[in-house]
C-alpha cells in the first residue's frame, strides 16, 4: 500500500547535536511538507517542497534544514540552532495540483525529546 | 493570505449526544476545504473534503460538514458520538486564487467524549 513513513517514531538527542528526522513517500506525490505541532499551537510550517531541488521556508524555519534529492525522500534536520525542538514532528505530500484537491497525506509522527 | 478559526480548542459531550466542531475561515474567495482527525501519537487522517458542489459533504465514521460561502464557514457534525471519536480535530482551506501554495490549518479543536 502506497504512503508516507516517518523514521523513528520516537528519537531522543542531548542538547547541542544535530538531528536527522526521515520521510519517504511512495505515493509518487510532487510536494512534500513539514510540519511541528506544541500542545495548543495547532500545526506550524517549517518547510516544503514543490519539486525536486527546490524547496521553501515555512514560517518557522529557523533552526531547521531540508533536501529534497529525490522525489520519494524529504529528510529534515533539527540543528543545535534550534532553541526550542522537543516537539511532535510531522510529514506530508500531496499531488502539486493548484487548490490541492486531494488534500495532503500525512505520517505517522516523530516525537523528538532533546535532554 | 488565508486563516482558519476554529473557535473552541475543547469540546466535552456525552457519548450519544450530537456535537458541532465549528470552522471558520477568512476569505469568500474560491476555496477548498478540508477537515482532519488526528488520534493520540499519529500523524492526520481526512475526515471530509468539500471541493464543489452540494454544500453537504459525507464523510468517513458517520460525520458530515456543510459549506456555508456567505458566513464563510465549514462547520463538522455527528448526530452521535463514540467514545471512540474522541481525537483532535483540525479544519483547513486551500485558497484556488493563491497558485501553488500550501494548506492553511485551524489550531484544532479537542474532542473529548465521556461515558
Known amino acids: 500500500d502506497g504512503g508516507i513513513t516517518q523514521s523513528p517514531k520516537y528519537l531522543f538527542r542531548k542538547e547541542g547535536q544535530n538531528v536527522t528526522l526521515s520521510c519517504e513517500q511512495n505515493?509518487?506525490?510532487?510536494?512534500m511538507y513539514w510540519y511541528r505541532q506544541d500542545p495548543g499551537q495547532g500545526l506550524r510550517l517549517i518547510y516544503y517542497s514543490q519539486i525536486v531541488n527546490d524547496f521553501q521556508k515555512g514560517d518557522i524555519a529557523e533552526g531547521y534544514s531540508v533536501s529534497r534529492e529525490k522525489k520519494e525522500s524529504f529528510p529534515l534536520t533539527v540543528t543545535s540552532a534550534q532553541k526550542n525542538p522537543t516537539a511532535f514532528y510531522l510529514c506530508?505530500?500531496?499531488?502539486?495540483?493548484?487548490?490541492?484537491?486531494?488534500?495532503?497525506?500525512f505520517g505517522s509522527g516523530t516525537r523528538l525529546t532533546v535532554v | 493570505a488565508q486563516s482558519v478559526t476554529q473557535l473552541d480548542s475543547q469540546v466535552p459531550v456525552f457519548e450519544e449526544a450530537p456535537v458541532e466542531l465549528r470552522c471558520n475561515y477568512s476569505?469568500?474567495?474560491?476555496?477548498?476545504l478540508f477537515w482532519y482527525v488526528q488520534y493520540p501519537n499519529q500523524g492526520l487522517q481526512l475526515l471530509l473534503k468539500?471541493?464543489?458542489?452540494?454544500?453537504l459533504v459525507k464523510g468517513i465514521n458517520g460525520f458530515e460538514a456543510e459549506f456555508n460561502k456567505s458566513q464563510t464557514s465549514f462547520h463538522l457534525r455527528k448526530p452521535s458520538v463514540h467514545i471512540s471519536d474522541t481525537a483532535e480535530y483540525f479544519c483547513?482551506?486551500?485558497?484556488?486564487?493563491?497558485?501553488?501554495?500550501?494548506?492553511?490549518f485551524g489550531k484544532g479543536t479537542m474532542l473529548l467524549v465521556s461515558p
Open positions: 476569505s469568500s474567495v474560491s476555496v477548498y
Open positions: 483547513a482551506v486551500s485558497d484556488l486564487n493563491s497558485g501553488y501554495s500550501t494548506l492553511t
Open positions: 505515493l509518487n506525490h510532487d510536494a
Open positions: 468539500y471541493l464543489s458542489g452540494s454544500t
Open positions: 506530508a505530500s500531496s499531488i502539486a495540483l493548484q487548490g490541492f484537491p486531494h488534500g495532503y497525506t
